[in-house]
């Protein structure tokens, strides 16, 4: 098909054009032949027939005596048969059956009689725990039939009927090319515009994971001979190529003209989002993928483009993920161009399933770590409305998903602490958590999205936390607060405070850069007040309006010097070595709906709350207090 540069082709006519290309250009499996001991997971190339009879002989099925069963009839309780030494033959499971027996009685009905004299109450049937000749598999009968996967009983069907080398399917060998000029090993020390290069990884275990092996090549620069270079040596040397980076625009994206120089370029463009600049084509026979640099849209390829040629070559078919509906727990916007996915956290409240939608960087490969599964939003659709019901495919299995504890709300470090405590304790346990600060927790209970949510809101009028809010929100009851920790909020500011800061005053006065927390944040409402009760205009704050989304990700931006200073915790502050100004002593809670106390996984959840172990991490840690941990709190004081 004629070439356009970007086209916007939808993923399944892009898949479709993509294969057939493939078959043209002649792309097909490969053979090999190896010891059945060692083909376990491999796949047949071929039907297997049987060389030899399971059992070859007539085989004792039981431990017992041997004999011709027609000497034992009429035998009854009454008048039982008696038999001398000559007219049996002892057996053990899995003797030949001696000449002229045709019948085998477990040794627990035989009564000895002395003398080698034996008694039998029951008589015996022609045959009767005999395994017959063949009973397991004739020789010539067929014992696999092509393209089936290998297991460890298949193997010893194998071996009985007397096949020892099996011709399977050859492993194919995708080459992975990272290129880039800003890219470096990931395990070297990074300097400023540094990328580590992790990719490679990735999209080697995933091939790894779908029955291919990977070579990784050295990163390539941004020269498009350099890169002209690797894909020939690929090209000779491995099954398929997958070039990272350099698919889309860019004016040092040369992965695309690089593949017309030695190989033909079929697809450049697809309507998938993210993932659009994907390169598809072939040198000689071999597939050729041009993945986006950023690890999401990578991730997505992947999976929608290149399993179905990895699932040709190793003929194996692709898994079906399984597929649940969920409510969603805030409104998704789509663009019509583009098929869309959205990574998302699940979890089960009131028997509801609620996917918590992640966000969509197409560099945060972290999303895809901990998201629960994919929202697939349609090409033709604006997305899904807040509360909608939408298919979700699941990364994980429904098991974990309906075990799992979510917690939406305020950040705090204590989150992941707990979650790590409470997986030590019960492995079938995790915790879910979304960062969208106290007052987004709040509304995730009243819509019944959360089993609990952590909490610090300041009521200015009164200086107490919390329970105004919950009083407000929750006028009819139906939750409970459940004392947290204290903890200690101050400005944090570079290590040994090189800007000589000393309150919010000298940020607003001498116009220093500042990273603040999102709208509805415990930190942000005390921010607020700290600036109304020392009379600053938060139009004097520069940075005001840069939001971060949970203390860590303000103190990690102040560490790298992006940001002067910004309100956040003290644990966090220590984390990352920074200076700290405190300010506030502030109380965060939990609060938990009342059907949900009666959950199990959340009583699992608040008992490492009020544990021993927990206080003795966040000891460590720094800045917080742990009165009343873990205790209900009155709503009325």
């Known amino acids: ?50 060389k030899r009879c399971s059992p070859h002989y007539c085989a004792s099925a039981m431990d017992g005596v041997a004999l011709k069963a027609e000497i034992t009839f009429g035998a009854n309780e009454a008048t039982p048969v008696t038999l001398s030494s000559s007219d049996y033959i002892p057996v053990d499971t899995g003797d030949e059956l001696p000449q002229g027996c045709d019948s085998v009685v477990m040794i ?11 008694s039998l109450y029951s008589p015996a049937v022609p045959w009767q725990n005999v395994r017959q000749i063949g009973e397991d598999i004739c020789m010539g009968d067929m014992i696999i039939p092509s393209f089936t996967k290998i297991t460890p009983s298949v193997i010893g069907a194998l071996l009985a009927g007397g096949v ?38 990735i999209f080697s275990a995933m091939l790894e994971e779908w029955g291919a092996l990977t070579v990784i090549y050295p990163i390539v620069s941004d020269r498009r001979d350099c890169i002209e270079a690797a894909i020939k040596k690929a090209a000779l040397e491995c099954d398929g190529i997958i070039v990272i980076a350099g698919s889309s625009a ?25 993932g659009k600049p994907a390169i598809l084509g072939n040198v000689g026979s071999a597939p050729f993928i041009g993945i986006p640099g950023y690890p999401v849209s990578g991730i997505i390829v992947m999976e929608e483009i290149v399993r179905p040629v990895v699932s040709i070559l190793t003929c194996l078919p692709g898994e079906n993920a399984e597929v649940v509906r969920a409510k969603v727990s805030r ?36 999303g895809f770590a901990k998201a629960s599964g994919i929202i697939t939003v349609a090409q033709d659709s604006e997305g899904v409305e807040e509360g909608g019901s939408t298919q979700v495919r699941l990364l994980r299995p429904l098991s974990e998903i309906e075990s799992s504890v979510c917690v939406i709300g305020s950040h705090d470090p204590i989150l992941d602490e707990i979650s790590d405590l409470l997986k030590r304790r019960h492995l079938n346990l ?91 944040s415990g930190t942000r409402i005390l921010l607020d007040y700290l600036l109304k009760t020392s009379e600053i205009s938060s139009d004097d704050i520069c940075g005001y309006l840069r939001e971060e989304y949970t203390h860590t990700g303000v103190a990690a931006i102040i560490a790298k010097g992006s940001a002067d200073a910004g309100l956040g915790i ?26 949900a106390l009666e959950q199990e996984n959340v009583k699992r959840f608040l008992e490492i709350l009020k544990s021993d172990e927990l206080k003795q991490r966040l000891e460590k840690m720094g800045g917080y207090t742990f009165n009343g941990i873990g205790r209900i709190k009155n709503l009325e004081a």
């Open 1 to 50: 098909m004629k070439y356009e540069y970007l086209t916007n082709t939808p993923l399944d006519e892009a898949v479709k054009v993509f294969l057939s290309s493939l078959k043209k250009a002649g792309m097909k499996s490969k053979t090999e032949e190896i010891d059945v001991r060692h083909s376990l997971g491999r796949v047949s190339a071929c039907a297997v027939y049987a």
């Open 108 to 118: 627990e009905n035989v009564i000895e009689q002395g003398g080698g004299k034996i």
């Open 164 to 201: 020892f080398t099996a011709q399977v399917i050859k492993k194919p060998v995708f080459a992975i090319i990272p290129t880039g000029d800003e890219i470096v090993a990931a395990e070297q020390e990074l300097s400023g515009g540094d990328i580590p290069e992790f990719n490679s990884a």
């Open 250 to 274: 860019g004016r040092e994206d040369y992965t695309f003209s690089a593949l017309e120089n030695v190989g033909t370029a079929v697809l450049h463009g697809i309507a998938i989002k993210p």
């Open 331 to 366: 409104k998704i916007n789509s663009s019509l161009k583009y098929r869309e996915y959205i990574r998302t956290r699940l979890c089960i409240v009131e028997k509801s399933t609620v996917a918590v939608p992640m966000n969509r960087g197409a560099g945060i490969v972290t």
């Open 430 to 520: 995790n915790v879910v958590s979304a960062h969208v600060g106290s007052m987004g927790g709040i509304m995730a209970l009243v819509r019944k999205e959360a089993h609990l949510c952590g909490i610090h809101l300041l009521d200015e009028s009164d200086g107490v936390y919390n329970i105004s809010y919950i009083k407000k929100y929750f006028p009819q009851g139906g939750v409970v607060l459940i004392r947290g920790v204290g903890r200690l909020q101050g400005i944090m500011v570079g290590q040994g405070n090189p800007k000589k800061i000393a309150g919010l005053k000298d940020i607003a006065q001498r116009k220093l850069s500042y990273i603040n927390r999102q709208k509805g």
């Open 570 to 595: 003290y644990s966090a502050a220590r984390i990352y070595d920074l200076g700290f100004i405190p300010l506030w002593n502030e109380e965060y809670d939990f609060l938990v709906s009342e059907s």
